[in-house]
């Protein structure tokens, strides 16, 4: 933020006025700018804590599904049951 100028450096009281106006038209300008980026660091801070349960979840969810497929994935001889087609066919 800008410092309030000296008034004696100022040969004109319309240029201290608009040097004033300067300051209160910056000032004013950007407190909303200032609330939204605040705003949006809030939201980047709650998307990264849902993006952390989301791939807890999908971790999750690929355990049960390794278990659930452990014997095919074995039989097929692949990793688990995610792999791309073209791990399976290195296989066969």
């Known amino acids: 933020m800008r410092s309030v100028p000296d008034p ?5 009281k319309s240029q ?5 106006y300067q300051i209160h038209y910056t ?3 950007m407190l ?3 609330f939204a980026q605040l705003e949006i660091t809030a939201l980047r801070h ?7 349960e989301v ?3 999908q971790d999750a969810f690929n ?7 452990r014997e095919f ?3 097929i001889n692949v990793s688990n049951i995610r792999c791309t087609i073209i791990d399976v066919q290195i296989f066969f």
């Open 63 to 69: 355990a049960i599904e390794d278990d659930v497929f």
């Open 8 to 12: 004696k450096t100022f040969a004109t």
């Open 32 to 34: 909303p700018v200032m």
């Open 16 to 20: 201290l006025f608009i040097t004033f």
């Open 73 to 75: 994935c074995q039989q």
């Open 55 to 57: 791939t807890r979840l």
């Open 27 to 29: 000032s004013s300008t």
């Open 46 to 52: 709650q998307m990264d804590g849902h993006n952390a």
